[in-house]
């Protein structure tokens, strides 16, 4: 497994923009998949995006789609997730977590395929 420790939440107003920060420890970062999910009050851990081990290929669920970018920098064994155009309805707790299969081939969208999840961090987006 590898340990995860995500960054960058906070309070923003409605349209507004945040990029998450999400880092990781251990030699094979840069052989997983990796993925964020999040989790608002009372509903279910949804995804949010994935992106391959090598960068090269990014998935999105359709209500992030446009305006979350996710993106990866091996070389500091960190991903990213900027957020633009910011709803209310984004307001959750923002986990980043990490796909077991080294150098994977696809993209998963299904949290019991994740075996390495951060603390989590906040987003609240006010109106």
């Known amino acids: 497994q590898v340990q995860l420790v995500e960054s960058g939440g906070g309070l923003v107003q409605a349209g507004g923009s945040l990029r998450l920060s999400c880092a990781g420890s251990?030699?094979?970062?840069?052989?997983?998949?990796m993925g964020w999910f999040r989790q608002a009050p009372g509903k279910e851990r949804e995804f949010v995006a994935a992106?391959?081990?090598?960068?090269?290929?990014?998935y999105y669920a359709d209500s992030v789609k446009g305006r979350f970018t996710i993106s990866r920098d091996n070389a500091k064994n960190t991903v990213y997730l900027q957020m633009n155009s910011l709803k209310r309805e984004d307001t959750a707790v923002y986990y980043c977590?990490?796909?077991?299969?080294?150098?994977?081939?696809?993209?998963?969208?299904?949290?019991?395929?994740?075996?390495?999840w951060g603390q989590g961090t906040q987003v609240t987006v006010s109106s």
């Open positions: 992106i391959k081990w090598s960068g090269g290929s990014t």
């Open positions: 251990g030699r094979t970062f840069s052989s997983y998949n």
């Open positions: 977590a990490a796909d077991p299969s080294i150098r994977g081939v696809l993209l998963k969208k299904k949290s019991t395929f994740y075996d390495s």
